[in-house]
T-cell receptor, first 114, second 112 residues
């Protein structure tokens, strides 16, 4: 099975909160990331959380980590139409030489409608 | 400060040909990684370069090779192109001592 799993689609109304969920399998994951990809573009790093944290908040974004269940979520408050994009969850652990290679899920397509 | 830049933006090649994609990392970033993103999929790790050496490699055949130059820029070469190599190829750079990867806009490769 996949190392990182996400639901494929989420549809919300403008102004509501969006919650995108992700599960991962690697218990040694050290960093967990959320990336955003708009049509025809590369990936934009939104935020990341270290595995010894439970929560991280950054303006409209809140990341929650349940390490026991290997579950990560991204909450976007007051979702706007400009938030419509694909959101990727990724995890990484240290590989030899101090490098971290993120492993990505398939992405969740967030559709925000008026 | 320019971000990660990739060239070309789009490319069409014929099956069996060879292709070279280029990447310039963000200023101060010394580690470059390459990813392949097929339509509807997440990015898949190809390899990572650091100090002009391939440090890590994903599950890709030897047809995929790379290079990193002293100025940290990098190339991805793919030989004997297959139709299945059609994808968005993403380059990401990471500053020394950090884990966050910053991505370029990608090169859309179409093999016909």
């Amino acid at each position: 099975g996949e190392d990182v799993e996400q639901s494929l689609f989420l549809s919300v109304r403008e102004g509501d909160s969006s919650v995108i969920n992700c599960t991962y399998t690697d218990s040694s994951s050290t960093y967990l990331y959320w990336y955003k990809q708009e049509p025809g573009a590369g990936l934009q790093l939104l935020t990341y959380i270290f595995s010894n944290m439970d929560m991280k908040q950054d303006q409209r974004l809140t990341v929650l980590l349940n390490k026991k269940d290997k579950h990560l979520s991204l909450r976007i408050a007051d979702t706007q139409t400009g938030d419509s994009a694909i959101y990727f969850c990724a995890e990484s652990s240290e590989i030899s030489g101090g490098s971290y290679i993120p492993t990505f899920g398939r992405g969740t397509s967030l559709i925000v409608h008026p | 400060d320019a971000g990660v830049t990739q060239s070309p933006t789009h490319l069409i090649k014929t099956r069996g040909q060879q292709v070279t994609l280029r990447c310039s990392p963000k200023s101060g970033h010394d580690t470059v990684s390459w990813y392949q993103q097929a339509l509807g999929q997440g990015p898949q790790f190809i390899f990572q370069y650091y100090e002009e050496e391939e440090r890590q490699r994903g599950n890709f055949p030897d047809r995929f090779s790379g290079h990193q130059f002293p100025n940290y820029s990098s190339e991805l070469n793919v030989n004997a192109l297959l139709l299945g190599d059609s994808a968005l190829y993403l380059c990401a750079s990471t500053p020394r001592g950090y884990t966050e990867a910053f991505f370029g806009q990608g090169t859309r490769l179409t093999v016909v």
